[in-house]
């Protein structure tokens, strides 16, 4: 039971917007003392729950007749977190229908009959499929379009096509697997530690789910959890060693770690001083030495020049969906809006931070075209001083030929490596500055 309250506590804080999963997730398993199998439960069912979200609310809605008032969130989670034990962790029917009934009477005591009578209704029908009352649901299977928002399809699809929209779509149905970036030790070795293997770009994969702090290399620093796709800009850079590299909106810095352990002096900077806090501990986990930084990246200024900028702006992070299944439901298209001027302000100080000769990397985990290539786009328009480092395969070996976009950029989507487990969707865009 304290496994369901806590995953009650994660829902009603995502989907209020009090809280991103993550953040709520650690709170209430703090709040309930979660450790082992109680934590992974309350883990996987949240995160179910949120990832088959538009699938859940399509079963409850012909069995509520009508939806419940906006008030009752809170009932409204319990029936989900219910729905999801009956329809994908195939929770037995008495355990999913009468624990919930309990959860409902401890927490919307006036929901409680009515939490009784759904279930049962659906247990009793948790084997067929869902209906569908999207009217263009005919260009993609029914659950990946069920499980994401419109606004989010219909701006993937007007961007890359219907089947590219549905292959994102369905990718993020799946639970990812934990990656890996090695920054000391044998790549091979640390593979058969971790279970894991080693994948095409070079980084350790292991399938399933595991608490990071108690698998081997942790304490020791030997490696940096990661996915395959966010460790991928930071190799852009080519040899570092010895060169001044600056990392705006540095948190949780793993790429600074990248950068330092190849070498480079690296100053880290966030605004976030309780961000700051969690770089400067993975830092000395690590055993790797950056300057941290306090600052808001849009005024600070390096004393000097940097060799090279990495500008990880914030975003909307719909390319990170399948670790965050959160973010479907959280954002839309007006919290997108508020950020693009946020991003240039940013990218037109990170070019101010690169000296002449230097490099610049555009990085965001966003798959809308207007935080990433059009972002590029407007600022090569207004700055004669840089122009377009072409990025090739060759630079990356093991990513589809498709991840290099025609105007040499790069492009990752959660549906490539379908084989492998995916991978998340990041833009990047290597500019440099004429000497």
Not at 55 to 74: G, Y
Not at 351 to 360: I, S, V, Y
């Amino acid at each position: 039971m304290s496994a369901r309250r806590a995953a009650l506590q994660v829902l009603d804080a995502t989907l209020s917007g009090q809280a991103t999963l993550d953040r709520a997730f650690e709170r209430a398993v703090g709040g309930y003392r979660l450790l082992g199998p109680d934590r992974a439960f309350a883990r996987a069912l949240a995160a179910v729950t949120l990832r088959r979200l538009g699938e859940i609310d399509a079963r409850l809605k012909p069995i509520l007749k009508r939806p419940l008032p906006r008030k009752a969130l809170t009932a409204q989670n319990i029936l989900r977190l219910g729905a999801a034990q009956l329809l994908f962790l195939k929770t037995p029917a008495h355990a999913a229908v009468g624990e919930t009934t309990a959860l409902a009477t401890g927490h919307s005591a006036t929901y409680r009959g009515l939490t009784n009578a759904v279930l049962r209704r659906l247990s009793e029908s948790a084997s067929d499929e869902p209906a569908s009352d999207q009217s263009d649901a005919s260009d993609a299977p029914t659950a990946a379009r069920l499980n994401t928002p419109g606004w989010l399809w219909e701006s993937w699809r007007a961007a890359y096509g219907a089947e590219a929209a549905a292959a994102i779509a369905q990718a993020h149905m799946a639970e990812p697997p934990l990656d890996f970036t090695i920054l000391s030790g044998d790549t091979a070795t640390w593979a058969e530690r971790l279970e894991g293997a080693v994948l095409p770009t070079g980084g350790i994969r292991r399938q399933g789910s595991a608490r990071i702090t108690d698998l081997p290399g942790y304490a020791e620093g030997a490696w940096a959890p990661q996915d395959a796709a966010a460790a991928l800009p930071a190799r852009l850079f080519g040899d570092v060693r010895g060169k001044h590299l600056i990392d705006l909106c540095a948190a949780p810095g793993g790429k600074s770690a990248q950068l330092a352990a190849a070498g480079a002096r690296v100053t880290a900077v966030d605004h976030s001083a309780a961000r700051m806090i969690r770089v400067t501990e993975n830092m000395a986990r690590l055993r790797l030495t950056v300057n941290a930084v306090i600052a808001d990246g849009r005024t600070w200024r390096p004393d000097q020049p940097a060799d090279a900028v990495l500008l990880d702006a914030p975003c909307s992070a719909t390319g990170t969906i399948r670790r965050h299944p959160d973010v479907p439901w959280c954002k839309s298209a007006g919290s997108v809006r508020a950020l693009l001027p946020i991003q240039a302000s940013l990218l037109a100080a990170a070019a101010e931070m690169t000296r002449p000769g230097g490099t610049l990397l555009y990085v965001c985990c966003s798959l809308q075209p207007e935080e990433g290539p059009a972002q590029i786009k407007a600022f090569l328009a207004n700055r004669s001083d840089f122009a377009r480092a072409p990025i090739s395969g060759a630079e990356i070996p093991g990513l589809p030929p498709e991840a290099i976009t025609p105007a040499g950029d790069l492009r990752t989507f959660p549906s490539m490596w379908p084989d492998l487990g995916g991978m998340d969707g990041f833009y990047t865009a290597r500019l440099v500055r004429r000497a």
